[in-house]
């Protein structure tokens, strides 16, 4: 072979190669283009159907944060006994049983929202185990005083994480 025709070849080969790789970047952009404008369409039509029950899982979330707050709970919830320690087991219990009355709605939410709202779960449980081991308090009418008067003083974990709620939703409109 001599060079003209190899460099015949290359005059035919390589505007092709061009051609067929702009041809073929053409062709993906145009698919993901496709693609996006599917996901677009579809969201757009779910999403009046959505939005409802995300607001739905919203309040209920919020109503769940203003039960397990520890000043309101105590009011709420009567001890069973004078026994400081079955009063906070009994209080825990409720706790509980309120978060996993509401545990669906984490599908709803954000997974950031999710986490808050099990720390502000978690952390109520933990100030009301504390408030238990007080040597002020002796008995379940006392636990009850101390926590109700600790919590008038300082934001509790429902507050904060309402906060987060209000914000989350906002962020919907």
Known sequence: ????????????????????GVAYFLFIS???????????????DTLPAILPLR????????????RINPSQMMVR?????????????????????EFEH????????????????MT??????QMIRLATQNDKVTDADSLRAYVVSDFIEKPTPSSAALSFIKNEVGQLW
């Open 120 to 125: 502000a779960k978690n952390a109520t449980i």
């Open 77 to 97: 919830i009567n001890p069973l006994s004078n026994d400081k320690v079955d009063y906070q087991n009994f209080v825990i219990a409720q706790i509980d049983q």
């Open 102 to 117: 509401n545990l669906s709605q984490q599908i709803y939410v954000s997974e950031e929202c999710w986490s808050i709202i």
């Open 30 to 44: 145009y698919f993901k283009d496709q693609q996006n404008t599917r996901k677009w369409l579809l969201q757009k």
């Open 1 to 20: 072979m001599d060079s003209t025709r190899i460099i015949e070849i290359l005059a035919y080969s390589i505007p092709s190669l061009i051609t067929g």
């Open 55 to 66: 607001l739905q899982a919203y309040e209920r979330i919020t109503l769940l944060m203003e």
